[in-house]
């Protein structure tokens, strides 16, 4: 794909945000998703579900805050295509029918994928369309610990985001203290690893201070972007003993995950770099605990680099699919060592497989490696 077409895709995109002729919207899902996916019977069933998963985001924004959510807000589907944000969904302000509406936009490569939990996404997702709603434009000036903290709480996500960012972290040889670069105080540049002290913010109130204060919190957040001024009244506190008890409370939860399983991952990852696939088989941990996905991806990897594919395939579509899909980036590449190992074997399901992971990999950096291996 040359760069005409990445130029053509984002311009269809900034007019359809301008002014989209969606016509067809029922029950806050709009009906008028025209990509790579139509007749996909993966993206059929995903379609079905929405309505009533809009429905129950509603429902648990109302129960854990006390306050009514959006019932304004729309779902729509679109193709990521080539865009590397790595986002599942991004909720924005569009303008359909003349007017403009807050729409979450679900991108299919992720959803087709499995690589996100739709229900609690979803719920995340609605979320930030309430607190733009009620905070307008003060909202791109609340903090994005605020924004994220709150949504990843709300959405029911807490323990999912912060085992998978324990896990995402703790198995990477180039990070020697993974707490360190997980637990950094709420303020600063922001990126995805900080998700987990965000959350474990909010939880911490909960712990202390129960849910009805907690829930007091999150409705005044909704109404101010000064975090600090909403901690004073709600909760009787300085920003400074707030931020020193998320900091605490990240670390408590975050300290076990990241230890058990963690020497043997990094051991089994360096002997696979360094090419000695049946050391590493040997090396992997008993008891993984997070550590789960990568455990079971690096099995597969050993067996593929050793000249085993067969051994491979079974690994990804036995014990790593039915498992492990989500909230991962590692699944992008399990999807890859399936397509090398279907080739390698001369499979009759090698050509099928390779041609869908062309459309469902083409937003990730496992794209171009992908390219290669099917040319």
């Known amino acids: 794909r040359g760069l005409g077409d990445v130029y053509k895709r984002q311009a269809r995109d900034y007019l359809l945000r301008a002014d989209a002729p969606w016509k067809k919207i029922e029950r806050g899902v709009i009906h008028a998703y025209e990509g790579k996916y139509e007749g996909d019977p993966r993206l059929a069933e995903i379609r079905k579900s929405l309505p009533e998963l809009r429905g129950k985001a509603l429902v648990r924004i ?62 995340h997702e609605v979320y930030h369309a309430l607190q733009r709603e009620r905070l307008g434009s003060a909202h791109y000036t609340t903090p994005k610990w605020v924004r994220e903290g709150t949504a990843v709480y709300v959405a029911g996500q807490e323990q999912a985001r912060i085992r998978t960012l324990a896990a995402e972290t703790g198995r990477r040889t180039n990070i020697r203290d993974p707490m360190e670069r997980l637990v950094n105080g709420l303020g600063g540049r922001h990126g995805f690893d900080d998700y987990a002290e965000d959350v474990a ?50 670390r408590k939860t975050l300290a076990p995950l990241l230890a058990e399983g963690r020497d043997g991952v990094l051991d089994a990852s360096r002997l696979i770099g360094a090419g000695k696939p049946d050391e590493a088989l040997k090396a992997l941990p008993e008891k993984p605990g997070v550590y789960a996905p990568a455990v079971v991806y690096n099995k597969a990897k050993a067996h593929l680099d050793a000249a085993r594919p067969q051994r491979a395939l079974a690994v990804i579509r036995e014990e790593y699919y039915p498992a492990h899909r989500t909230f991962t980036p590692l699944t992008d590449n399990a999807i890859l060592i399936e397509v090398k190992a279907l080739k390698a074997l001369a499979h009759p399901d090698y050509r099928r497989v390779a041609e869908q992971a062309k459309k469902d990999l083409e937003p990730t950096s496992a794209y171009r490696t992908l390219l290669k291996v099917i040319d």
């Open 62 to 123: 109302r129960e854990v805050v006390g306050t009514a959510p959006p019932d304004t807000a729309l779902i729509r589907l679109a193709d990521a295509g080539s865009s590397r944000s790595g986002n599942f969904a991004s909720t924005r302000l569009e303008v359909v029918g003349g007017e403009p509406r807050q729409v979450l936009v679900l991108f299919t490569e992720s959803l087709v994928t499995g690589s996100f939990d739709l229900p609690s996404t979803l719920t």
């Open 201 to 250: 913010a909010f939880a911490a109130v909960r712990e202390r201070h129960g849910r009805e204060k907690l829930s007091a919190l999150l409705r005044k957040l909704l109404e101010t972007p000064d975090p600090e001024a909403a901690i004073r009244e709600t909760l009787d506190e300085d920003f400074v003993t707030f931020e020193k008890l998320a900091g605490e409370y990240a």
